[in-house]
Structures are given as structure tokens and as C-alpha cells.
């Protein structure tokens, strides 16, 4: 018979959770505790209170967080009270209902390819015509005329910031806003967060910057997926090879009654049918919506799969010149629940809910943003290609300052019209001029890189 474990001994670590909005890892739990505790005994521990549902987990191994459920609905604690609340439909509120019970009484589900098979682009559509209509009003550009990819560049050091957090802020990642651009502008890590977090916000940022980059190069195809997963999956994942690659193991969903298909030439198949669904689709949001509902669902990867999605449901609005999604303030107790609609009972109504709202106050995020910028210069949105390209390589390559106008004369030779390089050339001087810690990022620079050439660049001022 199994030695019964004290009931003080529990209380003792409810209370610490308790005290942790955000929920708390095992070993930040070993370190709260009063009394040194075996990290073998500490888990047991945390198991038996999750098999009681006194305790919630989420995530697995070393990404395992631990909070309090809701003592009335099973449901997770809102990890921030003064979040704001996201107006449900009735459907939507039926399945908040539904998946808040205890998984014992939920029905077990397994992958239905139907759901996937059912669904007709351009005939069938999760977001009926007055809702993609609203969206398209809302989410209008002022470069309509411009480049794919001008106005997601026009706000990119604001959308690498917002994005970065709020999608890893949905994953439990415990970076505050302020701490994820001290680390995205100055590449300096946040006391008392673990290394994982900061490695999945950077991870978000090169994704970001590998979906804008060249979007005329993004599609609804293996290499865009695949890259973004490895992207985001960089260094998180125990099994490193399987980052950018389709599963072909077994996963399981905390929390949920849901088992992901499991056959690796049927996920693949079905992989490749979604990818092809979602290029047919004409409408940009119900293309970024479908990947928001389908990819979580047949989780191709081993982990990282509603990352991966979140960020592809932008491939299309930025392909059609629209405000970006950085799923500003979305709860993630709302979110969480949303997927288990998907994943249990097939069901968008709730997610859809959490999409609308959440696409309307990104939008109202960056119509902010893009006043506070003023209306973005056409010349330098026409050369943005080219000003990113050369001012990165003078600064790699450490040009010092008595030897850059000849090189960005020879440079702009190649690359610039006639008529314009000598505006051309005294923009990429004043960029060279005002680069500094804060805003060097655009140009996808490391910090040392940064710093090797400042220290080259400096020597002239001080002669």
C-alpha cells in the first residue's frame, strides 16, 4: 500500500502555487519551500495533486507549470484578474461550460480526419460574410499601394515586441512586456527567468523577421512551415532533430480528453491536405483563422504547434498588406479553453470569439502605433530592401567610419537608379550615424555584432 502523504505537506505547496498567479515550475517550488524536499518526492508530490485536480499542469518535463484550478468549474485561475474579459456567444459560452469540467467527465476523443475532409474553401467558412467584412473594415492599411510586407515593416520593432510576448505569454512564459524588449532591442535577459523563456520570446522574434523578410517567398507550403516550426522550436525540444520536422511519435495534451492521430504517413498526408485547403481559401482572415483551427488540431510537430500557428495565421494578412495579429491582451485561460473546444468537440464557435476580439485590438494597437510613427517615407519604403541589406553588412563586416561613404558608393552603384543614389547614400549615413543599443535590432544584428563594430565606428570621434 502506498505511504499516504501528509495533508500539511500539501497545503504547504498549494500555498505556495496559490501565491503564483502565473502559475510556478517544479523547481521554483523547491526553492519556495520551507524544508529541502527531494526533486523525486517534489514530483510525486505535484502528482498526486494534479490526479486529485487540486492542481493544474501545464506543459511537460521542463516546461511543467503548475497552478490552481477554479474551486467552482475545474477552469484555470485568469492568471491576471484585470485582464480584460472577451465578450462569448452562446455557443461560445456553452463550450466554456463544457470543457471546464474535470477530464474524468469529458468524453475521449480521437483526431477526425472529416473535420478536415468537411471543410470546402471558399464554400465552407468559419467566419461568415459579415464578420470577414467587419475585419477587412478594421484591419485596412495606409500602404495598400505599397509592397507586400511594407506595413508589417512600418511597425516591426513594435510587432516583434507585442507578438514575441503575447504568444509566448499564452504558452505560461513568465517575461513581462517590458522585460521581452529589453531582451528583443538589447539582447539582456531578465533576473529570475529561466533561460528557456528568453530562448522561446528570441525564438518568436526570428520567426517574425523570417516571415516579413520576404514575404513574396512565404506560402502555404512544406518550407515555410517547416522553418517556422524549427524557427520557433529552436533549442526547446529534448529530441533536437525533430525541430522542423514532422512527428512521427506519439504526443499527448495536458489537460485534455483529445489524442492527436498518430500514424506518421496519415499526419503526413493530412498535413499536406491542410496546407492545400488553406492555399485555396481567397478570404486572408478565414486562410488565417482555418490555420489557427486545423494545425493545432492535427499537431504535426512533437511541440509548438499552436506557436506555429499563431504566427502562420499572419502569413496571409501580411501577404495582403493588413494589420498584423500580435493577439494583444487575449487571456490565456480563454485561449486555452478555446483549443480544447477544437481538440474535444470540434468546435470553432469560442476560438472564433477569441480571434475576432483579438484581431480588433491589434488593430487598434497598431492604428496607435502607426500614429505615433507619422506616415511611413516612400522612398525609403521603396529601398527598404537595400537600406536594411547594406547598413547590416557595414556593420558586420565593421566598416569604420573614414571608409563608409566609399563603400556605400560602391554598394549603391550595383543596386540603386542613377537618380537616386546620392539620397540614397545620405540616408544610409544618417542610419549609420543614429544606430544605437535601442534600435539596431531592425536590421537583424547581434549584440556583439553591434558592439565589435560601435568600438571601430567610435575611433574617429575620439582622434
Known sequence: MANRIPEDVLLAILAIVRDRV?????????????????????QYRLKHLVVDHRLIRDGKGRWARYRIPDVATGAMVREDPDAPAIPLSKTGTRIRVTVRKAPARRQPVGYRRAFLDDYRPNQSCYLSEQERAHLALVGRSPVADQPIGTYANHVLSRLLIDLSWNSSRLEGNTYSLLDTKRLIELGEEADGRTHLDAQMILNHKEAIEFLISAPADIGFN????????????????????????????????EGSVFD???????????????????????????????????????????????????????????????????????????YTEAMLGVYELNDVALLKDVFLWAYERSAARYAAVRQSLGQPDLFRLRYRTELRELVSELVRTCVARRDA???????????????????????????????????FARYRLRPSEFSAWQSVWRIRDKA
Open 405 to 439: 561613404a566609399a563603400r556605400i558608393a560602391a554598394w549603391s552603384a550595383q543596386a540603386i537608379d542613377v537618380e537616386d543614389r546620392a539620397h540614397f547614400a545620405a540616408i544610409v549615413e544618417a542610419e549609420l550615424i543614429n544606430l544605437h543599443e535601442g534600435n
Open 260 to 334: 492527436p492521430l498518430e500514424v506518421p504517413q496519415l499526419i503526413a498526408e493530412n498535413f499536406d491536405q491542410m496546407l492545400a485547403t488553406a492555399a485555396a481559401i481567397h478570404n486572408p482572415f478565414e486562410q488565417a483563422f482555418f490555420l489557427m483551427v486545423q494545425l493545432p488540431y492535427l499537431q504535426p510537430f512533437d511541440d509548438v504547434n499552436k506557436r506555429v500557428s499563431r504566427l502562420a495565421a499572419n502569413i496571409s494578412l501580411i501577404q495582403h498588406k493588413l494589420t498584423p495579429l500580435s493577439f494583444t491582451d487575449v487571456p490565456r485561460d480563454t
Open 222 to 253: 512544406r518550407h515555410t512551415f517547416l522553418n517556422l516550426h524549427a524557427l520557433l522550436s529552436n533549442n526547446l525540444l529534448t529530441d533536437s532533430t525533430a525541430s522542423g520536422r514532422l512527428r512521427y511519435i506519439a504526443v499527448a495534451i
Open 22 to 42: 502565473s502559475g510556478v515550475s517544479g523547481p521554483d517550488l523547491l526553492k519556495a519551500l520551507p524544508v529541502g524536499v527531494p526533486v523525486r518526492t517534489l
